[in-house]
């Protein structure tokens, strides 16, 4: 049976990630044991970690100044380990609240120093991404959310805060061309368009590391995982091998640049047909509507249930929004097909035709 996934995370994996993958847990590369059996510092996984981290590399076009770590506790582990290693007691630290994930890096911020928000969306309910707002220059850092997973908005450029620019780029990570070298941290958990859960990619720049005034706890401290090649401890080995296997992926895809204009594709198709159906509306400003979680909702609340089941007898999941914003969402990620998105606009049409419109 064909699916069509729109799960927001975990979500949709490539095909051949899951049939290599599946691969790799019975016989890994033909040592006649699983890649769940060897050891994380063997002859078996020390490659895939070195490419994965390559890959990584590359495919951001990463300087030289960058180390590349795979980090246990997922993307909100970040909101805490980035203050903790980067903010002192006193100094201050520029955020912007552009939803929830946001407002949570700001909570753990204000653990460990000062915190300017800077910014905030709340009062449209998170519907636009605030721009002409002003960063305070001895901010020691920028954090910014560039796409707003629940909420459907996406910075459509990046700020130029004029100090360094923090990242968190869990929805969005390489699925459009930037200048990854304009930041000075970028994080992102995996699970949504770079592999499984389990695993947060972190690419922080070594010079941006060494100033704390406080003692981080080994685990914690960003350096030690560099000088230990991101092997540490016992890393989260199934993840970073999924991790690699969809950077792989990504590759002969073409990398950022042809998935930014693939992932145009896809949100454009499904956009076009919400602005166009008389039985969706989505309240995201235009500039700022994201290409990797599309949220709309009915126009009249009545149907909601009623296309949720309609999409289910059609194979069409994952489209029910946040419990937290309701309506619907759709998550476009670099994995899923624009055969898949087509469904979806088909279904819309059909439900539409149903229900006297169109
Ligand atoms: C999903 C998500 C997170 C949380 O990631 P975890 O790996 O579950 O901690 C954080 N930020 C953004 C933007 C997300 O989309």
């Not at 929830?100 to 009062?123: M, Q």
């Not at 080994?218 to 540490?232: A, K, P, W």
């Not at 930014?260 to 700022?288: G, M, S, T, W």
């Not at 759709?330 to 624009?338: I, K, R, T």
């Amino acid at each position: 049976m064909q699916v069509h996934n729109f799960n927001a995370g975990p979500s949709i994996l490539p095909n051949e990630v899951l049939y290599q993958a599946s691969k790799g847990i019975l016989d890994f590369e033909g040592s006649g044991m699983s890649i769940l059996e060897v050891s994380h510092r063997g002859k078996e996984f020390t490659p895939v970690m070195e490419e994965a981290r390559a890959l990584v590399r590359e495919l951001m076009q990463l300087d030289d100044d960058f180390e590349v770590l795979f980090l246990h506790g997922g993307a909100s582990t970040q909101f805490m380990q980035v203050p903790f290693n980067l903010l002192n007691s006193g100094e201050t630290a520029a955020y912007t609240d552009t939803g929830v994930w946001a407002a949570k890096a700001i909570k753990e911020a204000r653990l460990f120093g000062e915190v300017d928000v800077v910014c905030s969306g709340k009062d449209d309910q998170y519907h636009h991404i605030p721009k002409n707002f002003s960063v305070p220059p001895q901010a020691r850092y920028l954090h910014i959310t560039t796409n707003n997973t629940i909420y459907g908005t996406q910075w459509a450029s990046m700020p130029d805060p004029g100090i360094p620019l923090v990242a968190d780029m869990s929805s969005d990570i390489l699925s459009r061309q930037l200048d990854f070298n304009r930041f000075s941290l970028i994080y992102a958990g995996a699970q949504k368009n770079t592999g499984t859960a389990g695993v947060a990619l972190v690419m922080v720049r070594k010079s941006f590391l060494g100033e704390a005034r406080r003692s981080i706890p080994t685990i914690l401290d960003y350096r030690v995982h560099i000088q230990n090649g991101s092997v540490f401890n016992t890393p989260p080995v199934f993840a970073i091998y999924i991790a690699m296997l969809t950077l792989r992926w990504l590759k002969a895809q073409g990398g950022a640049a042809a998935l930014e204009k693939i992932n145009e594709r896809k949100a454009k198709l499904l956009y076009d047909e919400i602005d166009n159906n008389p039985l969706f509306h989505c309240p995201v400003a235009v500039e700022d509507r994201s290409r990797m979680n599309v949220c709309f909702v009915a126009t009249r609340p009545e149907l909601e249930t009623p296309f949720l089941d309609f999409c289910k007898k059609e194979n069409i999941v994952g489209i029910k929004g946040h419990r937290s914003s309701g309506g619907f969402r759709a998550s476009l990620y670099n994995a899923m097909p624009e055969e898949s998105v087509q469904v979806l606009v088909e279904a819309m049409r059909e439900f539409a035709r149903q229900h006297g419109e169109g």
